[in-house]
């Protein structure tokens, strides 16, 4: 189905906005009467400042808890203790976190809790300067990307609920910067931006309207009386009166930098569904002048969604009647969207000793095994000659996850349903755990598959050594950084162990 019109806008003039130090990623939500089959969907790319940067975002299990946890951030002097009792929640950790530091997992990028609630963080967004001299960022001990997912995921029954905790955290310990976050349910979608040091605003998406943010505050407005669909902090209506007294700004769009008069809740022309969300994420103005792959410019100004720094790329899609461990599905890809397949992961109902260690191990050291690796190598091959292989490549992945999404997952959902509603409880979990082996096998045969068909298009005889290919990925993250007029960040170095040398208070995405 060709792309909607809407959602391609939408990135085109995400791409025009100034991004201040940004590292860029995208979010894309999609209310429930937008959507094809009345799914609620949550997309985001994780980019990163360089390749490098951080290790790779793998799956990972929190059982529930029955005591309270202290908690201890890695990327400042924020702590807490996590009460209990704790849900139990599936996340896609960045770090590992520290035991002799008494730190845990962070830059939980994405995560489901037992409850159903979907959460991804962070969308990195800027306040103005003038905000900042009035409430300034708490960078030492305030909340950052570090932990959000962390505090919300075990505690929260419901989107609006997240909405709510985030918002005392905000303003109780403060920002230590500025963040746009993701939550959702089966049954709606929230949009949650910080705004300065302590002031926070979160909207609902509409049920028929999409919404897509790229490093910028779209929130330049908000009706106070609507409590349904709009909440805030508590003294935001004050701060932004205090900053039209002092700058003359006008007090509705004196927080956040300013988007170039793009609608934040637009309505799509066609429902879209998982296909037209994935399509987003992989957009890199193909067909026109400014794709920075096939006909690169030096001197390119405009940002795309697909970038090759890209840590993973991840859909959460929520619905209602269904049973509740199909109700949300975790499409994950890991690596650059473009080149690496969504595997699609019934987080609520697969057991958790059957996650896929092909999705769960990976660091920046290579390895044979992750799907994390098996992309990394297809890309440091697409990129040595980007308009010559990427073509296959791209429309042998799409070809995959149409035969995954059109027929093997609604059969097996069928399957699980009539052995559920029969009280084979046995049963129905065996689907979901061979569906999701099968998947998983099948996406890294086709990984392999494709980097030995790049290899030979490139006159190799076999694809090259891990060395090699992460020479090829050194010089590719160089040569396409497009971090846009800000610059790039100062590079990462790897590690021995496959951590960053460099650990970035924001990990950019």
């Not at 006909?295 to 720094?309: D, F, K, M, T």
């Amino acid at each position: 189905m060709p792309r909607p019109l809407p959602l391609a806008l939408l990135l085109l003039a995400t791409a025009l906005l100034p991004l201040p130090g940004a590292h860029a990623c995208t979010s894309i939500i999609v209310g429930r009467k937008a959507s094809a089959d009345g799914s609620i969907y949550l997309a985001r790319n994780a980019d990163l400042p360089s390749l490098w940067a951080s290790p790779p975002a793998n799956l990972a299990h929190h059982p529930p808890r029955s005591r309270p946890l202290p908690f201890f951030s890695n990327a400042n002097g924020f702590s807490t203790e996590l009460p209990a009792p704790g849900l139990a929640y599936v996340a896609l950790p960045m770090r590992p976190g520290s035991k002799a530091a008494g730190t845990g997992p962070s830059w939980e990028e994405a995560g489901v809790n037992a409850r159903g609630v979907a959460v991804s963080a962070t969308e990195t967004i800027f306040s103005s300067a003038a905000a900042l001299a009035v409430d300034p960022l708490n960078t030492d001990s305030g909340i950052s990307e570090d932990v959000i997912p962390t505090l919300l995921l075990p505690e929260v029954k419901t989107a609006r609920e997240g909405v709510q905790l985030l918002g005392m955290a905000t303003e109780g310990a403060g920002a230590a910067e500025g963040y746009g976050v993701l939550l959702s349910d089966p049954k709606e979608a929230w949009y949650f931006e910080s705004a300065a040091g302590h002031q926070w605003l979160a909207q609902r998406v509409p049920e028929d309207s999409f919404f897509v943010t790229a490093n910028q505050g779209r929130f330049q407005t908000f009706n106070a009386s609507n409590t349904d669909g709009v909440l805030h902090s508590r003294l935001l209506a004050r701060v932004c009166a205090i900053m039209q007294l002092f700058t003359g700004l006008d007090s509705s769009a004196c927080l956040q930098q300013m988007p170039l008069g793009v609608p934040v809740f637009p309505k799509p022309t066609v429902p879209l569904d998982f296909h037209d969300v994935a399509r987003g994420l992989r957009d890199f103005f193909q067909g026109t002048d400014h794709d920075p792959y096939t006909s690169p410019h030096p001197e390119e100004q405009w940002r795309p969604v697909a970038l090759l720094r890209t840590a993973a790329g991840h859909i959460t899609r929520s619905r209602k009647g269904v049973p509740h461990a199909l109700s949300v599905v975790l499409y994950l890809a890991q690596g650059m969207p473009l080149l690496s397949p969504f595997v699609p992961l019934y987080t609520l109902g697969l057991p958790p000793d059957a996650l896929p260690v092909e999705m769960s191990g990976a660091t920046n050291e290579p390895d044979p095994q992750s799907l994390f690796w098996r992309a990394r190598r297809l890309q440091a091959l697409v990129f040595q000659d980007f308009p010559l292989l990427a073509p296959n490549a791209t429309a042998a992945i799409l070809a995959f996850e149409e035969e995954v999404e059109e027929a093997r997952r609604p059969a097996m959902e069928e399957r699980y349903t009539e052995a559920d509603a029969a009280g084979d409880a046995a049963g129905a979990s065996e689907e979901l755990v061979a569906f999701t082996r099968a998947v998983v096998a099948d996406a890294s045969r086709l990984l392999d598959e494709l980097a030995a068909a790049a290899a030979a298009a490139l006159g190799l005889d076999s694809v090259p050594p891990d060395s090699q290919i992460v020479e090829w990925l050194d010089a590719a993250g160089t040569a396409y950084g497009l971090h846009g007029p800000a610059g790039p960040a100062e590079p990462a170095k790897r590690g021995a162990a496959g951590h960053s040398g460099r650990r970035s208070r924001a990990q950019g995405t």
